[in-house]
């Protein structure tokens, strides 16, 4: 009878270790998503600044500007699930890279003081996006392994628990860059 007990003991042990670490883990992949929400939001108070300089000197992108200052609106509008706001965001990033390709065409752009502080500090806010993108992946990691696998993954189930989708770049950000493109434009 004793040996019952420590069993069934040993056995909630268990199970109480892995629900801890279960919920443990997706504490962590809601720490890690909340952090890149954070930067996003530092870097989409910087698009009516960027939007607003550029639009002086950029007569010719206007619908490009149009649409990311549309695409801001959305992803700061706060109705959007984890899946929609890394949606809004890949595109968001694919047209402001559309901005700072264009500017070359711009050199009284590209000498503006207000510009070139806008550009670091847009700069520095990628920079700080993408460390957390590598972050929250790698939480994200940690979490998909625990739900899959046996016997976490019984509990796991039984919680609800689902698959997270990683931040991934968009296909336009993952082609090469052509060296020979770039010293002849």
Not at 75 to 80: D, F, I, T, Y
């Amino acid at each position: 009878m004793l040996a019952i007990g420590i069993a069934v003991g040993v056995l909630l042990l268990i199970i109480i270790l892995m629900y801890n670490s279960l919920v443990n883990k997706k504490n962590q992949v809601e720490n890690s998503f909340s952090t890149i929400d954070a930067m996003l939001k530092k870097r989409y108070d910087l698009i009516p600044n960027l939007v607003n300089t550029v639009k002086a000197f950029m007569k010719h992108e206007k619908e490009l500007l149009t649409e990311i200052t549309e695409l801001r609106s959305k992803a700061v509008s706060g109705n959007l699930s984890d899946s929609e706001k890394i949606d809004v965001e890949n595109k968001i990033g694919g047209k402001m890279s559309g901005i700072m390709v264009a500017v070359e065409n711009y050199p009284e752009l590209k000498s503006n003081t207000n510009f070139l502080q806008l550009q670091g500090a847009w700069t520095e806010s990628e920079e700080q996006i993408s460390a957390a993108r590598r972050a929250y992946n790698s939480t994200v990691t940690d979490y998909n392994n625990a739900i899959q696998m046996i016997p976490t993954n019984i509990l796991a189930s039984m919680m609800n628990y689902t698959k997270k989708d990683w931040f991934e770049i968009p296909d336009t950000e993952r082609k090469n860059i052509s060296a020979k493109d770039m010293f002849n434009a």
